[in-house]
């Protein structure tokens, strides 16, 4: 394979393998599965790849590399006497309702989902001092800080209690995290490729969780924001990845919402509901 190829090629086979492989196996197994495959092939992707590279500060001004690239757009940055940033304050404007056990099992998912997100950018920042990362970072504890809200609010235990960065209770997740840790600190292109990933996952389980788990009018408030949040998240991830000239494969959600995700502009808060 010549070099100005392999720039191309290489990521569109990762990729393509990725999305292979997520017909056959589980989600934690498809993460570490394809974590696999990506370490093999981008190292030889970078063996075979001689192109210049990507002049970081030619996209210096763009919204990924920006102090704006972790908050969600539109967002007011005045905290609450909750300690919430808006719109994530509506919590407490919504009436306590009965919870299920779906319910309950799945605030605890997304606090931890949420808390693994923001370790792992954690991690990359301090790996690769790209912005993006940090900025994100802020983001994610700030979703996270939204599910304790509603733990709080329906007086619930915390399952992330005294949460130490890298350590989790669901042990699919420490798997998951393991796995990308592992990848993301292989390269810059697989760091971004991980955060794009970890978009992908999120949006798709906050997905299923409001359509098939979630009825309480609060809840799913939250993680329909938190699917917001995190589709400004791809966008972002996804368009730094294009500009090193790799293309990004969905491996969660569908490749038509994906694109229709990424083809649209970065969304605005809905604020609190009339």
């Known amino acids: 394979m010549n070099a100005g190829k392999s720039t191309y090629l290489c990521p569109i086979i990762i990729n393509y393998l990725i999305f292979l492989s997520m017909k056959t196996i589980g989600k934690t197994a498809l993460i570490i599965l394809a974590m696999g495959?990506?370490?093999?092939?981008?190292?030889?992707?970078?063996?075979?790849?001689?192109?210049?590279?990507?002049?970081?500060?030619?996209?210096?001004n763009t919204s990924l590399y920006s102090a704006e690239a972790g908050n969600e757009a539109g967002q007011t940055t005045i905290l609450t006497?909750?300690?919430?940033?808006?719109?994530?304050?509506?919590?407490?404007?919504?009436?306590?309702?009965?919870?299920?056990?779906?319910?309950?099992?799945?605030?605890?998912?997304?606090?931890?989902e949420e808390l693994?997100?923001?370790?792992?950018?954690?991690?990359?920042?301090?790996?690769?001092?790209?912005?993006?990362f940090n900025n994100i970072s802020k983001s994610e504890n700030q979703h996270t800080g939204a599910i304790k809200a509603l733990l709080d609010k329906y007086e619930l235990p915390d399952i992330a209690e005294n949460h130490t960065a890298g350590v989790f209770v669901n042990q699919d997740l420490q798997s998951l995290y393991n796995a990308l840790i592992a990848q993301g600190?292989?390269?810059i292109n697989n760091a971004l490729t991980v955060g794009a990933t970890i978009e992908d996952m999120d949006i798709q389980d906050l997905i299923n969780l409001v359509e098939n788990k979630v009825d309480n009018a609060d809840i799913e408030f939250v993680f329909n924001e938190l699917q917001r949040g995190s589709r400004n998240h791809l966008r972002s991830f996804n368009l730094l990845l294009t500009k090193r000239g790799i293309t990004y494969v969905p491996q969660f959600i569908s490749p038509e919402y994906f694109n229709e995700i990424i083809s649209t502009p970065h969304e605005t808060g809905s604020g609190c509901p009339n």
Do not use: W
């Not at 940033?85 to 009965?98: D, G, S």
């Open 185 to 187: 600190l292989v390269s």
């Open 37 to 60: 495959i990506s370490s093999v092939l981008f190292v030889q992707c970078s063996k075979e790849n001689v192109a210049e590279p990507v002049n970081e500060s030619s996209i210096a």
């Open 116 to 132: 693994l997100a923001k370790d792992v950018y954690v991690a990359l920042y301090a790996k690769y001092h790209i912005p993006i």
């Open 81 to 112: 006497t909750e300690g919430l940033l808006q719109p994530y304050a509506c919590i407490y404007t919504f009436p306590v309702e009965e919870l299920s056990v779906d319910e309950t099992d799945a605030l605890s998912l997304m606090r931890e």
